[in-house]
């Protein structure tokens, strides 16, 4: 099975702050990796598919990119709405998700 | 707009069973792959089983497979998961989730959740 490795698993930032989350795959995964953000008690949400594809609604300031095995989500400008926890995932055998990180406010 | 909502989750014995229901609206489900995912207390998201949008190819984790089956009826726009010889670990909420691609054979990212519904798995 295809494992995903996020780092880091807690992350603390402050408004304004550009963030960088990355993922990796212990085997290639071509670009088929998709990101999730997840607030208490919420369901995910899809923010980045096909790798570095926006989702529509979601806001510019999100932005992913990779291919193979190394991705990245990065946040251009952290807004209070964005703390929270994201997820990785990838579909190109089965499913995986990473297992998480945590944003939170410095 | 569109809409998944979860039901039929509950306390139930280890070993026992648990049927969960996904209700879906505003799309047209017979032309979409769907998933069931589940997340422990605290724990992080844990993919359970995926359908096609036609029924005829099923996944399932490795942790769940021979224990769970997922199906769907298209006519009542109705996923399913049906959850034999529960065991404590398989408490979670468990999610189902909309695959994004329209007649897809494989699996994408997942576009659109239910809110979950709450397995307990305890004596």
């Known amino acids: 099975a295809i494992q995903l490795t996020q780092s880091p698993s807690s992350l603390s930032a402050s408004v304004g702050d550009r963030v960088t989350i990355t993922c990796r795959a212990s085997q290639g995964i071509s670009s088929a990796l998709a990101w999730y953000q997840q607030k208490p008690g919420k369901a995910p949400k899809l923010l980045i598919y096909?790798?570095?594809s926006l989702e529509s609604g979601v806001p510019s300031r999100f932005s992913g990119s990779g291919s193979g095995t190394d991705f990245t989500l990065t946040i251009s400008s952290l807004q209070p709405e964005d703390f929270a926890t994201y997820y990785c995932q990838q579909f190109n055998s089965y499913v995986t998700f990473g297992q998480g990180t945590k944003l939170e406010i410095k | 707009q569109v809409q998944l909502v979860e039901s039929g989750g509950g306390v139930v014995q280890p070993g026992g069973s648990l049927r969960l229901s996904c209700a879906a609206s505003g799309f047209t489900f017979s032309s979409y792959g769907m998933h069931w995912v589940r997340q422990a207390p605290g724990k992080g998201l844990e993919w359970v089983a995926f359908i096609r949008y036609d029924g005829s190819n099923k996944y399932y984790a490795d942790s769940v497979k021979g224990r769970f089956t997922i199906s769907r009826d298209n006519s009542k726009n109705t996923l399913y998961l049906q959850m034999n010889s529960l065991r404590a670990e398989d408490t979670a909420v468990y999610y189902c989730?909309?695959?994004?691609?329209?007649?897809?054979?494989?699996?994408?990212?997942?576009?659109?959740w239910g809110q979950g519904t709450m397995v307990t798995v305890s004596s």
């Open positions: 096909d790798a570095s």
């Open positions: 989730a909309k695959d994004s691609i329209v007649g897809a054979n494989g699996v994408h990212a997942f576009d659109i």
